[in-house]
């Protein structure tokens, strides 16, 4: 049998810890080819590059892998490793992350890892976005990757509904605490922002953008809740953003 | 009465023709405050800024409107208009565009535009993105400053459902041709990219990112439907990604 094609992006660039943890899980798995961010783009959301020409500068590592550095966003990986890269070959899986950091609620619109699986459902390639619940360069990847590599083959397997792709959660556990999967809808949150003024030292101020999440649905069927409780989340995402609830109630705009 | 206060954020940056026509429905409406971009921010999608300091300019204009530019997305224009130039006042309306190009179907998950409002309505803030189908720096305004008026009105008089924003199109057809308007969900549509290979003078190639939209529905009760069909069209957004249809049929992967 053919072995699957696997595109692997992420937002966190090529040198990120989390990139080659992924790599790790898709290599035993597929043909994998990498096209990444040449430095960090996280809460790059669905930016594409639209006013500067894309590069792309390729590299093999030494256990054979091929590597694609770009200057572009993680939904430009997408793009270029479609089009450019594989040259509209068919890809049987797209991988993003794993990301230092969770993508739980409405992260996941922020997240740069989340929009480059969102741009291959788009196309209706199965992806999984896979992200960590630690920011830390040096987190432990041990328990994504076991429990990564479980759900990628069960999805190799099985496929994914059409024009859906996978937010998968894993809680900054050991894995001997983690107590299985989840499948998960996204809470309702909010992030609160802190916009810390500086001056610098020509006098002019500035402001650094930082907050923190708080999330209001923490039931056991949210992907904050399964977090909590030691689930991995898996929360399937689509893309059509219609409050289609509340058309009939906006009727009265019609003219 | 008080007068509402209107937050007014755009992607096309400070010198759009398209933020002076938003101007100019907002100004007789209440009290109006502009947070843009420096520059040009198309396609920046959810993009907020974490890498680097943002910056904040205010200017006032000869009719008495103050104008903040940053170096930031749209989507921290909003952040920086809430936090640091309004200081958690509480805003009446937020309003994003007027956007030179349609943001129909997915192009509103890409659009710096509709990720402003989506943006505030995270915080529970009645929003609206309107943009124009067309491109154009020198387009005519004349049929969305009509239509885009009897909108901002009727929600500032009735409100929008809670965590709910409106994406607003304009058709490109002269404001006689144009036949109403029509409440909306978003069509399924795809981007056939298309990267255009250049070598740039010392001989490495670069590539820029192209491409053309394909909907795949398009009867009246779709945004690009309504569009064809000369009606502007007004789809009530909601930021749940979650595929709750899929939630069942994806069990197999609990564990």
Redesign the interface.
């Known amino acids: 049998m053919k072995k699957p094609l696997i595109l692997v992006v992420n937002d966190d660039g090529y040198a990120a810890p989390g990139l080659e943890a992924m790599v790790s899980i898709a290599k035993p798995l597929g043909e994998v080819v990498v096209v990444v961010p040449d430095r ?1 783009r ?10 500067e ?4 500068n390729h590299y093999k590592t030494e256990d054979g892998v091929d590597y694609y550095k770009t200057n572009g ?1 993680p ?2 990986c997408v ?2 490793g ?3 890269v594989l040259r509209n070959r068919k890809i049987d899986l797209l991988l993003s992350g794993i990301n230092h950091g969770s993508n739980s609620s ?1 992260s ?3 997240s740069g890892t989340m ?1 480059a699986a ?1 741009e291959a459902s ?2 209706n390639i199965p992806a999984i976005g896979l992200s960590l619940q630690d920011y830390s360069r040096n987190a432990d990847f041990t328990a994504s990757v076991h429990y990564g590599r ?2 990628v083959e ?2 190799l397997e ?1 496929g994914l ?1 059409p ?2 792709c996978l937010n998968v959660n894993i809680p900054k556990s050991p894995l001997e605490e983690i107590k ?4 998960t ?2 809470c ?1 949150a ?2 609160h ?3 810390e ?2 001056t610098d030292p020509y006098g ?6 930082t907050g923190y999440l708080e999330t209001f649905e923490e039931d056991e069927t949210t992907c904050e809740g399964a977090l909590r409780r030691h689930y ?1 989340s ?14 009939s ?7």
Chains 1, 2 share one sequence.
């Open positions: 960090t996280s809460g790059m959301g669905h930016a594409i590059t639209m006013g020409p894309l590069r792309l966003t939904v430009d793009k270029l479609e089009k450019v409405v996941l619109i922020y929009a969102i788009f196309d479980i759900i069960k999805v099985k509904p024009y859906t299985g999967i989840r499948i809808r996204q309702r909010t992030w922002e802190d916009l003024e500086r002019m101020k500035y402001y650094w953008l991995v898996v929360q399937p995402v689509q893309h059509d953003m219609t409050a289609h609830q509340h058309i109630s906006l009727k009265y705009l019609e003219l």
